[in-house]
Antibody
Framework: QLQLQESGPGLVKPSETLSLTCTVSGGSIDSSSYYWAWIRQPPGKGLEWIGSIYYTGSTYQNPSLESRVTISVDTSKNQFSLKLSSVTAADTAVYYC?????????WGQGTLVTVSS | EIVLTQSPGTLSLSPGERATLSCRASQSVSNSYLAWYQQKPGQAPRLLIYGTSSRASGIPGRFSGSGSGTDFTLTISRLEPEDFAVYYCQQYGYSRWTFGQGTKVEIK
């Protein structure tokens, strides 16, 4: 089974860009018909889909975040990445990377990102 | 965008009891694209059910899913101590994924 691991800064200043990377092991990121996704969970709240990238490179974003989200793939490193611009305190959350078909059967452990000056 | 509404918000039950969780969609969802997850504190969600009624790998038979159109149900036939957690439904449609707000199953 695929293993996923998020990495990136745990603290980001307001108005700056949040950048996270998900490293995939146990399989190749460009050889399977999977969607590679970012999902977040504010403290004490529910899950919110941020966006996904298909192995072909097509991207999909949550309309509420679309203008601030960039998702990309680096096949040479077997990684995919999230950039979220102009962050505010409302973007404080545990960020998960996940993968699957139309649902997510493999998840990273999650990484807490706090937006604060 | 398809909105998923889960009910109840909290379900208070005793071990051994049956749990019935509801997920209602604002528009019709293909049966192929409705899933359920379990999340325990400090852990990532775990896929339980996909395609409305198929159990994911390693999921016990006491978990079952049903429904169609806009109304879907997750049933836990007899609650085990490890089943007390938060449950989320999730759908895919129109190139978007959405989650319900969750149902917490707590020990009565």
């Amino acid at each position: 089974q695929l293993q996923l691991q998020e990495s990136g800064p745990g603290l980001v200043k307001p108005s700056e860009t949040l950048s996270l990377t998900c490293t995939v092991s146990g399989g190749s990121i460009d050889s399977s018909s999977y969607y590679w996704a970012w999902i977040r969970q504010p403290p004490g709240k529910g899950l919110e889909w941020i966006g996904s990238i298909y192995y072909t490179g097509s991207t999909y974003q949550n309309p509420s975040l679309e203008s601030r989200v960039t998702i990309s793939v680096d096949t040479s490193k077997n990684q995919f990445s999230l950039k979220l611009s102009s962050v505010t305190a409302a973007d404080t959350a545990v960020y998960y990377c996940a993968t699957g078909g139309y649902n997510y059967d493999s998840w990273g452990q999650g990484t807490l990102v706090t937006v604060s000056s | 965008e398809i909105v998923l509404t889960q009910s109840p918000g909290t379900l208070s039950l005793s071990p051994g009891e049956r749990a019935t969780l509801s997920c209602r969609a604002s528009q019709s969802v293909s049966n192929s694209y409705l899933a359920w997850y379990q999340q325990k504190p400090g852990q990532a969600p775990r896929l339980l059910i996909y395609g409305t009624s198929s159990r994911a790998s390693g999921i016990p038979g006491r978990f079952s899913g049903s429904g169609s159109g806009t109304d879907f149900t997750l049933t836990i036939s007899r609650l085990e101590p490890e089943d007390f957690a938060v449950y989320y439904c999730q759908q895919y449609g129109y190139s978007r994924w959405t989650f319900g707000q969750g149902t917490k199953v707590e020990i009565k």
